[in-house]
């Protein structure tokens, strides 16, 4: 490893919006790279993305891919970085520059003192398009600030609160030797990534700083309601992983803290998946949903009467399309409060 980080940016029709994206991430140091992943984009981003690693050599390498999708973006830079450590960061969003100098000042003492902690954890901002106040998404009650802890320092993650890609640093070498692949040519791959990798860390490092600006409210963005509801098949089969990939009651044997947040992210991607299912007023949605319940049943009979009788899943039982319709609408009463998407 030849630099510090490694900032993977993947880029699909990024015309309009990177360059204030990659603004943000230039003033890190010589001992950093940004490596942007073009996803077979039809506009100009391969081209202004060859022109910033034409400037910048030292800090700039571009992948040009055939469209893969975010996840191979995201595999792409785990396969190809040449920093220590690891973080995506959306071509739409950007870091705050002191809060990067802070984090990035303490990985460096942390790594000349000898001590490569598998993941740092920082605040996200949730910037809105259409000026509404920020949303801070932050941890300072769940995890120690300032010194290297494990799982079983956190405490409990309140109902709204949950780690995002946007909130992590991983050590890269962590998400090579555990093998991670995201699924190409599929959305909401973010949380598979923010779900398969924590029974492997094993330390973890919080600084309460407001990092990471999260730009919501485009209406071609991912997380904009119409385009769950017309991928909600791709939110499903990343719950469906989600819900294989591990036994939460052998994880529960490595660490209480880490089930009951792996427990709690899991429930939340239940709950979302299945206010969109009800969302699309399908039938064929509405049956897919009971087999996705159906499945964890019979995977786990504890786990699946446990996550059915969480507080944000027992708002999904009322009987009927009354009852989903009016899920459906408390979902959206929060979510204007919020404004999460």
Same mark, same amino acid.
């Given at each position: ?41 039809? /506009? ?16 700039? *390498? ?8 975010? &996840? ?58 259409? &000026? ?87 209406? /071609? ?9 017309? *991928? ?84 999904? *039982? ?13 979902? *959206? ?9």
């Amino acid at each position: 490893m030849d630099k510090l980080i490694t900032f993977a940016v993947p880029c699909y029709n990024s015309e309009a919006y990177m360059e204030r994206c990659l603004s943000s991430l230039l003033a890190a140091g010589d001992d950093t790279e940004i490596l942007i992943i073009d996803d077979g984009s039809k /506009d100009r981003t391969g081209e202004i993305a060859d022109s910033y690693a034409e400037r910048y050599p030292d800090l700039v *390498r571009v992948i040009h891919q055939e469209n893969g999708g975010h &996840g191979e973006g995201v595999n792409q830079g785990i396969r190809h970085g040449r920093g220590m450590y690891y973080k995506v960061v959306d071509s739409d969003d950007r870091l705050d520059p002191e809060a990067l100098d802070k984090l990035l000042a303490r990985i460096r003492e942390n790594v000349a003192n000898g001590t490569l902690v598998d993941m740092y954890i920082t605040n996200y901002v949730y910037d809105h398009a259409d &000026g509404s106040p920020d949303l801070v998404m932050c941890y300072h009650r769940i995890f120690p600030q300032e010194r290297v802890c494990t799982w079983d320092d956190t405490k409990r993650f309140s109902i709204n609160k949950y780690l995002m890609m946007h909130s992590v640093v991983y050590r890269t070498e962590l998400l090579r030797e555990i093998g991670l692949e995201l699924p190409k040519h599929t959305f909401y791959v973010d949380n598979l990534y923010m779900y398969a990798p924590f029974p492997y860390v094993k330390s973890i490092y919080y600084m309460d700083l407001n990092l990471y600006y999260y730009f919501v409210g485009r209406e /071609d963005q991912s997380v904009n309601e119409k385009n769950i509801i017309k *991928r909600i098949d791709q939110q499903l089969l990343v719950t469906t992983l989600m819900t294989d990939i591990y036994d939460l009651n052998e994880i529960k044997k490595q660490s209480l803290p880490l089930y009951r947040y792996m427990f709690h992210e899991l429930a939340m991607m239940y709950t979302i998946t299945t206010i969109f299912q009800y969302a699309s007023k399908q039938e064929e949605n509405v049956q897919k949903n009971r087999e996705m319940w159906r499945h964890l049943k019979e995977k786990d009979k504890k786990i699946y009467f446990k996550m059915r009788n969480t507080t944000l899943n027992a708002l999904t *039982r009322m009987p009927g399309k009354l009852g989903r319709a009016a899920t459906v609408e408390i979902y *959206r009463f929060i979510n204007k409060i919020f404004k999460y998407n």
